[in-house]
């Protein structure tokens, strides 16, 4: 369902902008612990920190993909062509099946219960070592192909921004 504007209504911006966030900073901090050595101490704490941080990220998401389904998007911006509405289309929809891959392999990947800022705890899911390997696998590379994705995300926007576009005023 197409609404008449061209602008985001303030639901999807408030949602897209916290998703943004959580996305960067959950794949900063992750490719930072993989590629980097760290103090045992303080990649732990950053590792709570982003397990915390995605698990109460999962029903924000969850409201933003029931958001998007209700609502729709608006029209495509009138300066992009229609090959550039389809790639934009093709490669939203590849960010939100790669954000839920990641959240639900991450989820199904811990072989401990998870304890939420320490207000919550859910019990561990999966008992079998190697289902949980499995969904440590899936997650890994979930996330190294989200990682490009969102870089190509930004890329293109720059691409519009640079090419007077401006189709970040849809999302502000």
Not at 12 to 26: G, M, N, Q
Not at 57 to 77: D, E, N, Q, S
Not at 97 to 110: E, F, N
Not at 157 to 163: A, C, N, Q, S
């Amino acid at each position: 369902m197409h609404q008449l504007t061209h602008q985001f209504n303030s639901t999807a911006k408030y949602l897209h902008w916290i998703s943004a966030l959580v996305i960067l900073w959950a794949s900063i901090s992750g490719l930072y612990i993989a590629f980097f050595e760290l103090d045992s101490n303080i990649k732990s704490h950053i590792l709570r920190f982003n397990v915390s941080l995605t698990t109460v990220f999962i029903p924000l998401f969850c409201w933003r993909i029931y958001h998007r389904l209700k609502y729709g998007v608006p029209a495509p911006h009138p300066a992009m062509s229609i090959l550039e509405t389809k790639l934009a289309h093709i490669g939203h929809t590849l960010l939100y099946i790669l954000v839920s891959l990641v959240l639900v392999s991450g989820v199904l990947m811990m072989g401990h219960d998870v304890n939420v800022f320490g207000l919550l705890t859910i019990p561990q899911l999966l008992q079998q070592q190697h289902s949980i390997h499995f969904f440590e696998t899936l997650h890994l590379y979930a996330c190294r192909l989200l990682a490009a994705l969102v870089l190509c995300h930004l890329a293109a926007l720059i691409k519009h921004e640079m090419m007077g576009k401006r189709i970040l005023k849809r999302m502000m």
